[in-house]
């Protein structure tokens, strides 16, 4: 059976024109209303680079994806599609560089304010069973 893929919502383009900007001011998981986070500077983001299979955030931490799409929702996002444990290492990387969670559900709420790390099974049971799981 194929592996799962969840998507990652990337604020990488700039809201003036829509072009691909080179930072990442937030990252959701899949739908805004599963899980946020937000760089809390206004004015320092993690840089990023999406590449044909892989995409990077910071100086040097890289991704696989399995997929890239540009405007997503509105044109300040683009979306890549990575298996949960990968999903589950961007988010703790950002939350290492002290993004904060604005919106978050479930399983997913209870580790971030416990502290704790966010888990591949995690992003899983809240992409497929919604906020609440």
């Not at 910071?58 to 890549?80: F, M, Y």
């Not at 399983?107 to 790390?117: D, N, Q, S």
Request: hydrophobic residues 40%; aromatic residues 10%.
């Amino acid at each position: 059976m194929p592996e799962t893929l969840v998507r990652l919502h990337l604020c990488v383009n700039d809201p003036a024109n829509g072009e691909f900007s080179g930072l990442c001011r937030e990252i959701t998981l899949d739908d805004c209303e599963l899980l946020t986070l937000e760089s809390p500077y206004f004015d320092r983001h993690l840089r990023c680079a999406i590449e044909r299979t892989y995409f990077r955030l910071g100086k040097s931490h890289c991704w696989q994806h399995h997929g890239h799409q540009t405007w997503i929702g509105n044109w300040c996002w683009d979306a890549v599609l990575v298996s949960p444990a990968c999903a589950a290492d961007v988010l703790n990387f950002c939350i290492r560089r002290r993004y904060r969670w604005t919106v978050a559900g479930g399983i997913v709420l209870r580790r971030l304010e416990a502290g704790e790390k966010i888990e591949a099974g995690d992003l899983l049971r809240l992409a497929i069973g919604g906020k609440h799981a």
